[in-house]
């Protein structure tokens, strides 16, 4: 929610609030994929303002000075001249003025490359320091700990921004949001929710199963088929291959941590990359049951 303040736009959000209970539509309401709203863009602005105070050693400000040269140099292609000066120093305020309108006004595309680029800077002051501070690992920690809080999309690797979750698997993901049957798209949503929202990765690969499971009990017709049940049930209309790669999954789900029995809820110690995984294989399955029933009507 926002509201105007003279020219200023204040941006209302809660995680778990009203906005987000009301029910996903799209994998991006509640994961930021092709965007930055303006909470995730003032984080990363504070964390370059953060790391460029560090840069204050010694008792000298020449390491943000070769920040600032490198800057305008190599990340803006401007020379020397183009820096504001403040007398015979480097005005930092104009500096970050410049700074700050990139981050909240450009497209997040060139925000992932400037951020990209100020990691290289950081390597290069490691070296100037023979690493006596760590710039580079600060900083990417800092920015990977904005992305995970604010689920962004995307994550650190080698240097570089890459997606977590690519186009494909995202298609993928919106076709299950929009099961046109209520109890699969129900149990989904709620998977995206735990995984990114509350970070419960136990019960948000339960719910990816249960959509899963809810979608077999559909074309069963048998609202009380457990998935194992229901797949061997549904064996003529499967791929074996793909019965076979769902009976390990859902075989690795009831005997890792008890994640999917009542009982073991909760004391689990599964990762976001295994509950990431089930989500996006157990849409795919989903999307081919659907598919397959409706084809065999």
Known sequence: ????????????????????????KHFSDIVQTNDLNERTRNK??????????????????????????????ELFSKTER??????????????????????????????????????????VADKITYNRYNYKNEYIKS???VFKNENVNYKIINNKITDIVNEQQINSIEE????????????????????????DFDNSIKESILSVESMCQILTQNSKAT??????????????ALKSAFEKLYGYT??????????GLGEGDSTFEEAKYMLVSCSAFVNYLKENFEEGK
Do not use: C
């Open 176 to 199: 299950t949001l929009n099961n046109p049957y209520k109890e699969v798209s129900a149990h989904y949503a709620k998977a995206i929710e735990q995984l990114y929202s509350v970070k």
């Open 1 to 24: 929610m926002k509201f105007s303040q003279g020219n200023n736009k204040i941006e209302i959000h809660v995680k778990g609030g009203f906005s987000e209970r009301k029910g996903l």
């Open 227 to 240: 998935l194992g049940d229901a797949l061997k049930q549904l064996k003529d209309k499967i791929h074996p």
């Open 44 to 73: 990363i602005y504070s964390v370059i303002s953060e790391k460029f105070d560090d840069l204050y050693i010694d008792y000298s400000n020449a390491l943000k000075d070769k920040f600032v040269e490198y800057l305008y140099k």
């Open 254 to 263: 009831s005997d890792a941590n008890g994640i999917r029995h009542a009982n």
């Open 143 to 145: 920015i990977s700990n």
């Open 82 to 123: 183009d820096i504001p000066m403040w007398g015979n120093d480097y005005d930092y305020d104009r500096v970050f003025n410049t700074i700050y309108a990139i981050i909240i006004e450009y497209d997040y595309t060139d925000i992932f490359t400037f951020i990209e680029g100020i990691i290289t800077f950081f390597v």
